[in-house]
């Protein structure tokens, strides 16, 4: 099994910044593709952003590209996703997931943490 950690939420204003990691623990002997998705209210989970297990490959919803990097540092077994001008309407439950390859499918990741809130006033 492995275990995800997400942390750095909190309430910004709009066109802040903020910086999530995710730690894994437990079964990390195999290195795995990073995913980071959301969810508001109401809504359902949707895509933000992921990188492959490597590092070489990543992937972005369009909504964020320009504005969101991930990055990884494997030996730490940590991803970050640096949020730079957020939005209010990046208002939501954000969490991080893993799994063998890339995707920017919700349903392909098998770990997954318990969520850090982002909240973005106007």
């Known amino acids: 099994q492995v275990q995800l950690v997400e942390s750095g939420g909190g309430l910004v204003q709009a066109g802040d910044s903020l910086r999530l990691s995710c730690v894994g623990s437990g079964r990390t002997s195999n290195i795995y593709a990073m995913g980071w998705f959301r969810q508001a209210p109401g809504q359902e989970r949707e895509f933000v952003t992921a990188?492959?297990?490597?590092?070489?490959?990543?992937d972005y919803a369009e909504s964020v590209k320009g504005r969101f990097t991930i990055s990884r540092v494997t030996a730490k077994k940590t991803v970050f996703l640096q949020m730079n001008s957020l939005k209010p309407e990046n208002t939501a439950l954000y969490y991080c997931a893993a799994r063998p390859f890339i995707s920017s499918h919700s349903n392909d990741y098998t770990y997954w943490g318990q969520g850090t809130q982002v909240t973005v006033s106007s």
């Open positions: 990188i492959s297990a490597s590092g070489g490959r990543k």
